[in-house]
Antibody, heavy 123, light 110 residues
Framework: QVQLVESGGGLVKPGGSLRLSCAASGFTFSDSYMSWIRQAPGKGLEWVSYISSGPSYTNYADSVKGRFTISRDDAKNSLYLQMNSLRAEDTAVYYC????????????????WGQGTTVTVSS | QSALTQPASVSGSPGQSITISCTGTSSDVGDDNYVSWYQQHPGKAPKLMIYDVVNRPSGVSNRFSGFKSGNTASLTISGLQAEDEADYYCSSYTSSTTWVFGGGTKLTVL
């Protein structure tokens, strides 16, 4: 079935780095626009970054620009988020999500979400 | 990249209808059919309920409907049921090719 599974979360000290992974299955990953979205404890959703399909175009929220890097490996059906210079305010559950696509049309919505991986930044 | 504005909470009785608003700007909500809505139960991942302002994905009840006027979008849930109690988030693509979410609305079914 269509599935996204995140991994790589954990406890890291301020200033440290972490790499999150998202394994996709059940759909043509290479055709999909993908995003990372996070949710701090008890807070709302915050979009972090996205990467297009094909010649990958990327974009980032101002809060992570210059510190986080999104990438993909279509051969491995995997999405990544390299997080550097981590801060306490980066503490959150990180979700990967697929942009809803039908045929060659990309709709405005994210229809498949992983279960999330927890990142805690603390000394 | 300011968050979209949603009410913090709404409530309704079973069988009633409720509407959640989502206000943005002409660079996001008002720009095109960019709005989507998500339902999130505690401890669970969000679920897409509405995309492109008014469309429901396959499997989503027709009790959920979306609308937009100018820079404000809305989600209406009719025939409220106990299982509708959850947090609801609007989201919009933006003219800067980013995405933005609302702060979330907690729906309580009385």
């Amino acid at each position: 079935q269509v599935q996204l599974v995140e991994s790589g979360g954990g406890l890291v000290k301020p200033g440290g780095s972490l790499r999150l992974s998202c394994a996709a299955s059940g759909f043509t990953f290479s055709d999909s626009y993908m995003s990372w979205i996070r949710q701090a404890p008890g807070k709302g959703l915050e979009w972090v970054s996205y990467i297009s399909s094909g010649p990958s175009y990327t974009n980032y929220a101002d809060s992570v620009k210059g510190r986080f890097t999104i990438s993909r490996d279509d051969a491995k059906n995997s999405l990544y988020l390299q997080m550097n210079s981590l801060r306490a305010e980066d503490t959150a559950v990180y979700y990967c999500a697929r942009r809803f696509t039908a045929g060659r049309y990309n709709f405005y919505g994210m229809d498949v979400w992983g279960q999330g991986t927890t990142v805690t930044v603390s000394s | 990249q300011s968050a979209l504005t949603q009410p913090a909470s709404v409530s309704g009785s079973p069988g009633q209808s409720i509407t959640i608003s989502c206000t943005g700007t002409s660079s996001d909500v008002g720009d095109d059919n960019y709005v989507s809505w998500y339902q999130q139960h505690p401890g669970k991942a969000p679920k897409l309920m509405i995309y492109d302002v008014v469309n429901r994905p396959s499997g989503v009840s027709n009790r959920f409907s979306g609308f937009k006027s100018g820079n404000t979008a809305s989600l209406t849930i009719s025939g409220l049921q106990a299982e509708d109690e959850a947090d609801y988030y609007c989201s919009s693509y933006t003219s800067s090719t980013t995405w933005v979410f609302g702060g979330g609305t907690k729906l309580t079914v009385l």
